[in-house]
């Protein structure tokens, strides 16, 4: 934590508790600060601040990853600092600057850090223009090493020690990011977000389906060594909520995998234990058509620049698990629904009646004996309705109805094809049908 006029205070990896010895407290624990980072930007400070404050500058920003803290300042740096360090009786060592992630033309004035994000061994620096660039334990082991190794060659493995830039993030609105142990999660200003990375054993973490489900279709690939699913390098892929997506996506596996004109593009898309593989051009090459038409889903329903039906607050993911916080607007998402409705079954142009102005219909009544009846037949019709809602059959009734509506509901995707698309490498997928560019 960052305590004002002191620095950043943290608690070194306390072998004792490490070993398990018992007598060890876990309460009462001894901290350390790291050297350099007690400035703070007043005039009264900078007259009593040393030379290794005033480079370093003022802390804005901070994170706690494995092994390490990384944090960046008011002159717009960024420092690592190894939290392991565990020999009191030597004086600590100085933070690190992590030097790549600087411009590297000396005339770019435009550079100035916005945020600093990160957990367990990952993390991100956001820049003012719209830059994203990543960082892992890996890259920080590597420019750790090599400030110690100064003479090593790029054949060193602690020479490769730059950020990552994935071409997506870049320039594209990302305002947070949420890692997990193998894959992270990116928002963007939208409230879309987009999952990249591994998905451990296959387990959901990912958001967009499961191997032996859709997530194929999304362009995962099925690791049966390892068991994991795998998005290709720097694939991101959005994450969908509406149920109707969902259906939209399952009926098309289904396509995939009836025998038919489809059946040899589904047999490259859908893995199977102990038969053929996946075919990695196709999979990428239908991950990204049904990304495509993903993103048209709400195309006329909502305004340039207006909210989805589902509009992502916050993100979050930890070890092989993401949430999001979720704002649904149900009209919305009921008109983008609607909107791939063919033909609504069993709609029918209702008789238009005129008001009586009292909640009732005027009606051309002759005799007494048919007023009596119409009567009569109305107040049953509503002790009937009464006793029902009480009873919970009406209300039984209706949600069979609106079941059975759905089933029978024609969609705009009922009558097409599983896509047949042509592969990065320039091949067809097989088929009869026309290529769907």
């Known amino acids: 934590m960052f305590v004002k006029g002191t620095g950043i205070v943290y608690w070194p990896h306390d072998i004792a508790l490490r070993a398990g010895v018992p007598e060890a407290d876990a309460v009462l624990v001894d901290t350390a600060t790291i050297p350099g980072t007690s400035f703070s930007y007043s005039l009264s400070n900078a007259r009593n601040t040393g030379p290794l404050e005033s480079r370093i500058g003022q802390v804005t920003n901070h994170i706690a990853l494995e092994n390490y803290i990384v944090f960046t300042t008011h002159l717009n740096k960024v420092f690592l600092y190894r939290s392991d360090f565990l020999l009191p009786d030597l004086d600590p060592p100085e933070p690190i600057e992590l ?38 334990r890996a890259m920080l082991d590597a420019f750790h090493s090599r400030t110690y190794n100064p003479d090593a060659t790029e054949d060193d493995p602690a020479y490769d020690a730059h950020p990552r830039i994935i071409p997506a993030l870049q320039h594209n609105s990302i305002i947070s990011i949420a890692f997990g142990d193998h894959h992270f999660q990116a928002l963007r200003s939208d409230g879309t977000i987009y999952a990249y990375g591994n998905d451990p054993k296959s387990c959901g973490a990912l958001g967009i389906g499961f191997p032996e489900g859709t997530g194929p279709l999304r362009g995962l690939l099925a690791d049966y060594f390892s068991g994991d699913g795998k998005l290709g390098e720097n694939v991101g892929r959005q994450v969908w ?130 007023q009596l009846s119409k009567a009569v037949l109305a107040i049953g019709g509503w002790l009937w309705r009464l006793g029902g809602r009480f009873l919970g059959v009406v209300e039984r009734d209706e949600r069979v109805a609106e079941e059975g509506k759905k089933e029978e509901m024609r969609w705009t995707w009922s009558e097409q094809p599983f896509p047949r698309l042509r592969m990065e490498d320039g091949a067809v997928m097989p088929g009869e049908i026309e290529v769907m560019e």
């Open 241 to 370: 909520f509406d149920p109707t997506m969902h259906q939209w996506i399952g009926e098309m596996k289904e396509k995939a995998g009836m025998e038919g004109e489809a059946a040899a593009r589904g047999k490259m898309i859908i893995p199977a234990r102990g038969g053929s593989q996946q075919h990695k051009p196709a999979v990428k090459a239908v991950g990204d058509w049904f990304e495509k038409e993903g993103r048209k889903w709400e195309d006329g329903v909502v305004e340039e620049g207006g909210m989805g039906g589902y509009f992502v607050l916050k993100v979050a993911a930890a070890g092989w698990h993401s949430a999001a916080l979720v704002l649904v607007d149900e009209e919305v998402v009921e008109r983008a629904r609607l909107k791939h409705v063919v033909e609504p079954p069993g709609e029918k142009s209702e008789e238009v009646v005129e008001d009586d102005g009292h909640g009732g219909t005027w009606e051309d009544i002759d005799a007494p004996w048919e």
């Open 99 to 136: 030097t790549p992630f600087y411009p590297t033309a000396p005339s770019e004035q435009s550079f100035e850090i916005r945020d600093l994000q990160g957990s367990f061994r990952s993390f991100a620096v956001f820049l003012n223009s719209g830059e994203v660039l990543m960082g892992n």
